[in-house]
């Protein structure tokens, strides 16, 4: 098993839902967060004064899934996700070495399955 774990902005979290349902990714968890990447922030005028914004606003959307599954859920969200401009964001995939669904105490595959 794999937590694919996928920093992207958020415009761009309603069509990367779509896409991975489409695709009967069965569950993700979202979470908005801030940071940045090569960017390092942005500057911005408010009130005729300029200030710079060094944590920007982006999306973590994590997903456990088999590990047939993980180039599918990744080619996914890279092709939705991608704007062609900086601060798109990143995908990680990182080992997953237990889960349990707390309902029913189904382990492993079958707690991240439907």
Do not use: C, W
């Not at 774990?5 to 979202?30: C, F, N, S």
């Amino acid at each position: 098993m794999k937590l694919i774990t996928a920093i992207i902005k958020p415009a761009k979290l309603d069509e990367v839902v779509d896409a991975l349902r489409a695709q009967a990714v069965t569950g993700m968890t979202v979470t908005e967060v801030k940071g940045y990447g090569r960017q390092k922030g942005q500057t911005e005028v408010y009130r005729g004064q300029e200030y710079t914004i060094h944590l920007l606003p982006k999306v973590k959307v994590e997903v456990a899934a088999d590990e047939g599954q993980v180039a599918m859920i990744v080619d996914t969200i890279q092709q939705v996700a991608n704007t062609g401009k900086i601060g798109d964001g990143k995908i990680f995939v990182m080992d997953l070495e237990q889960a349990v669904r707390i309902r029913t105490g189904e382990t492993d595959a079958n707690a991240i399955s439907s």
